[in-house]
C-alpha cells in the first residue's frame, strides 16, 4: 500500500494528519507532487517520498500556489505502484495514476474550485489570482471530477466536507475526524525575543496559515487598544502585511518547533479560531493542555467543540464579534479537566484502528 497527499511544502493540519497515517503504516511509501523538507514537519525526513517532475523547482517547492496551473498534469503523471492507496487530499492526490484502490481521505473538495472567494479573500473579485482561477477553472473542475469518481471510497474529515463531498462530486462519505498528535509531556522551549512578551502565559493565542479565509487580521485588529495580548503562530502569503498593521500588543512568531509550540499552548489562557475550517485541528491541540477556544460558529468545529465544555462560538468572523469575546472571557468559567476527556475522543489511537480497518477491508474486497 501507499499514501498519496498533495504536497508536503508546509505546517498544517493536513500534514499532521499524514504524518498519523504514516505512523499507522511505517512501511507504506508517500507519493506527493512537492516536497519541501525545511517547509514542512522534519519528521517526512524519516519517510520514503516520491515526487512529482515539479520538485526539480525549487521556485516551486517554496510556493507551490504558483504550480496551479501544473498541477493536474503533474498530478495524472505521477504513478502510484500500489495495491491500495491512501489519498489525503483537499484537491490533487486523489488523481495521481494508480491501478490500485483508491480510499480518499477528504479535507474537504479543492476550495480555490468550489469555494474560490472565501479561498482568496475579499478582493478576489478583481485579483489577477481570481482571473486566472476563471480560466482555468473548466479544465480543472473536469480534471477533479473524473479524479473524485475514479475513487473506491470517501472518507470526509468532517460534517461539513461530508456534506459538501455530496454537493460537489454526488459521492456518500463516512466521517473518519483526523486526530490531535500533541505531546503534552515533551519538552517546551521558549521562543527567541518572545519570553518578556509571553511572560509567565495568560496570552490569547492563533495557530493559523496566514491566509485571507482564516481572519486572522480581524483577530488581530481586534486587540488593538486591549489590555490583553495576542501571540499568533504560522506562516503564511499575508505575514508581511500582518507584522506592519499589528498593535503592540500582538506578536507573529512565524514558523516554530514543536517544542515551542508546546511552550505557547501550555502557558495561554486561551485559543482563538476565527476562521473557516474544513476540520480546524487547532481547538483540539488547545484541549489536549486544558485550554479553551473562542472559535468560529461554522464548519468543522460545529464537530470539535463543545459549546460550554471546550470552548464558546461566535456568530460571524468580525474584529467587533472577536472583540467581544474576549472582553467576556473568564478563565475560571473552565474546566480543564472536562476539555481534556473531551479530546480524548479525537485520540491517534482511535483514528489508526479506524483507518487500519478500513484499509484491511479494501485489501478483502480486492482478493475475496
Given at each position: 500500500?501507499a499514501?498519496?497527499?498533495?504536497?508536503l511544502?508546509?505546517?498544517g493540519?493536513?500534514e499532521r494528519?499524514?504524518?498519523?497515517?504514516?505512523r499507522a503504516f511505517?512501511?507504506a511509501?508517500?507519493y506527493t507532487?512537492?516536497?519541501?523538507p525545511d517547509?514542512?514537519?522534519?519528521?517526512?525526513?524519516?519517510?520514503?517520498?516520491v515526487t512529482?517532475?515539479?520538485?526539480r523547482?525549487a521556485?516551486?517547492r517554496?510556493?507551490?500556489?504558483a504550480a496551479l496551473?501544473?498541477?493536474?498534469?503533474?498530478?495524472?503523471?505521477?504513478?502510484?505502484p500500489?495495491d491500495v492507496?491512501?489519498a489525503s487530499?483537499?484537491?490533487?492526490?486523489?488523481?495521481?495514476a494508480t491501478e490500485?484502490?483508491?480510499?480518499?481521505?477528504?479535507?474537504?473538495?479543492a476550495?480555490?474550485?468550489?469555494?474560490?472567494?472565501?479561498?482568496?479573500g475579499r478582493?478576489?473579485?478583481r485579483?489577477?489570482q481570481r482571473?486566472?482561477?476563471a480560466?482555468?477553472?473548466?479544465h480543472?473542475?473536469?480534471w477533479?471530477?473524473?479524479?473524485a469518481w475514479?475513487a473506491r471510497?470517501?472518507l470526509?474529515?468532517?460534517?461539513?466536507?461530508?456534506?459538501?463531498?455530496a454537493?460537489?462530486?454526488?459521492?456518500?462519505?463516512?466521517?473518519l475526524?483526523?486526530p490531535?498528535?500533541?505531546?503534552?509531556?515533551?519538552r517546551r522551549?521558549?521562543?527567541?525575543?518572545?519570553?518578556?512578551?509571553v511572560?509567565?502565559?495568560g496570552?490569547?493565542?492563533?495557530?493559523?496559515r496566514l491566509l485571507p479565509?482564516?481572519?486572522?487580521?480581524?483577530?488581530?485588529?481586534?486587540f488593538?487598544?486591549?489590555?490583553e495580548?495576542l501571540?499568533?503562530?504560522?506562516?503564511g502569503?499575508?505575514a508581511r502585511a500582518?507584522q506592519?498593521a499589528?498593535?503592540s500588543n500582538?506578536?507573529?512568531a512565524?514558523l516554530v518547533t514543536d517544542a515551542q509550540?508546546?511552550?505557547?499552548y501550555?502557558?495561554a489562557?486561551?485559543?482563538?479560531?476565527?476562521?473557516?475550517?474544513?476540520?480546524?485541528?487547532?481547538p483540539l491541540?488547545?484541549g489536549?493542555?486544558?485550554?479553551p477556544?473562542?472559535?468560529l460558529?461554522?464548519?468543522?468545529?460545529?464537530?470539535t467543540?463543545a459549546?460550554g465544555?471546550?470552548g464558546?462560538?461566535?456568530?460571524?468572523?468580525?474584529?467587533e464579534?472577536?472583540?467581544?469575546?474576549?472582553?467576556?472571557?473568564?478563565e475560571?468559567?473552565?474546566?480543564a479537566?472536562?476539555?481534556?476527556?473531551?479530546?480524548?475522543r479525537?485520540s491517534?489511537?482511535?483514528?489508526?484502528?479506524?483507518l487500519?480497518a478500513e484499509?484491511?477491508a479494501?485489501a478483502?474486497?480486492?482478493?475475496g
Amino acid at each position: 500500500m501507499a499514501i498519496a497527499h498533495d504536497y508536503l511544502t508546509q505546517r498544517g493540519g493536513a500534514e499532521r494528519v499524514v504524518l498519523a497515517m504514516h505512523r499507522a503504516f511505517p512501511d507504506a511509501t508517500i507519493y506527493t507532487t512537492l516536497y519541501d523538507p525545511d517547509g514542512t514537519f522534519p519528521e517526512f525526513r524519516s519517510a520514503r517520498i516520491v515526487t512529482s517532475a515539479l520538485n526539480r523547482f525549487a521556485v516551486l517547492r517554496r510556493h507551490h500556489r504558483a504550480a496551479l496551473p501544473l498541477l493536474a498534469t503533474a498530478a495524472s503523471a505521477l504513478s502510484v505502484p500500489a495495491d491500495v492507496v491512501i489519498a489525503s487530499t483537499s484537491g490533487w492526490a486523489h488523481g495521481f495514476a494508480t491501478e490500485g484502490k483508491v480510499l480518499v481521505y477528504c479535507h474537504s473538495p479543492a476550495r480555490w474550485l468550489y469555494l474560490a472567494e472565501q479561498y482568496l479573500g475579499r478582493a478576489a473579485r478583481r485579483s489577477v489570482q481570481r482571473a486566472a482561477l476563471a480560466a482555468l477553472k473548466p479544465h480543472l473542475v473536469r480534471w477533479d471530477r473524473r479524479a473524485a469518481w475514479g475513487a473506491r471510497r470517501y472518507l470526509a474529515n468532517s460534517t461539513v466536507v461530508r456534506d459538501r463531498i455530496a454537493r460537489v462530486y454526488g459521492v456518500e462519505a463516512d466521517i473518519l475526524h483526523p486526530p490531535h498528535s500533541v505531546d503534552v509531556t515533551g519538552r517546551r522551549d521558549p521562543m527567541c525575543e518572545l519570553e518578556d512578551f509571553v511572560g509567565d502565559g495568560g496570552h490569547f493565542l492563533i495557530v493559523s496559515r496566514l491566509l485571507p479565509y482564516k481572519n486572522v487580521d480581524r483577530a488581530i485588529e481586534a486587540f488593538r487598544g486591549l489590555d490583553e495580548r495576542l501571540l499568533v503562530v504560522g506562516t503564511g502569503p499575508l505575514a508581511r502585511a500582518l507584522q506592519a498593521a499589528r498593535p503592540s500588543n500582538v506578536r507573529l512568531a512565524g514558523l516554530v518547533t514543536d517544542a515551542q509550540m508546546r511552550w505557547a499552548y501550555a502557558s495561554a489562557k486561551a485559543l482563538i479560531a476565527p476562521s473557516h475550517e474544513d476540520f480546524g485541528i487547532t481547538p483540539l491541540e488547545a484541549g489536549a493542555w486544558g485550554k479553551p477556544t473562542i472559535a468560529l460558529h461554522a464548519g468543522g468545529y460545529l464537530d470539535t467543540i463543545a459549546e460550554g465544555v471546550t470552548g464558546t462560538f461566535i456568530e460571524r468572523p468580525t474584529s467587533e464579534a472577536i472583540r467581544e469575546a474576549v472582553l467576556a472571557f473568564r478563565e475560571e468559567d473552565w474546566d480543564a479537566l472536562a476539555i481534556r476527556e473531551h479530546v480524548h475522543r479525537f485520540s491517534e489511537e482511535r483514528f489508526r484502528e479506524r483507518l487500519c480497518a478500513e484499509v484491511d477491508a479494501m485489501a478483502r474486497r480486492r482478493t475475496g
